[in-house]
């Protein structure tokens, strides 16, 4: 049943429509299936990179030491304790000396009874490489 006169032009087929031909020989407008799905690609096996494997051989290595570092302190600890002490009893000697060298000098020199004695220096120089020339002066 073929009707004269109707024709259809190509940009006027919507989209999914193409034109096929029945098994009687008769060509007509359907729609279709669209193509069945590609099967999804197969993933290719990457090599490891290089720096992972070094971390990983290197992640048990780190690991052993630090515990040996935890073990090692804890057998030391009385030993660092003791040593912690004696620094501190070092510091306070060192601030008792700093404070009390110069108040016995101070105590001393007041004692004696002399006076501060000024020392004046005068230097002199011709040039830039001359001989320098100088005096001092006890006042």
């Known amino acids: 049943m073929e009707t004269a006169g109707l024709v259809m032009l190509p940009s006027e087929i919507p ?8 098994p009687g020989g008769i060509r007509t407008l359907a729609y279709t299936q669209p193509p069945a799905p590609a099967a999804p690609p197969v993933p290719v096996v990457q090599p490891i990179p290089t720096w992972a494997k070094t971390t990983a051989l290197l992640t048990p290595t780190i690991g052993g030491g630090i515990a040996a ?16 002490q004696a620094l501190w ?3 306070a000697l060192i601030a008792a000396a700093a404070i009390g060298v110069p108040v ?28 320098a020339h100088g005096t001092i002066n006890h006042h």
């Open 15 to 22: 989209p999914g429509v193409q034109v096929v031909t029945l």
């Open 69 to 84: 570092a935890g073990i090692g302190l804890s057998y030391a600890a009385p030993g660092l304790i003791a040593m912690s």
């Open 89 to 91: 009893s070092a510091v």
């Open 104 to 131: 016995l000098l101070r105590l001393g020199r007041a004692a004696t009874g002399t006076g501060t004695t000024h020392i004046t220096q005068n230097i002199t120089a011709s040039g830039m490489f001359g001989k």
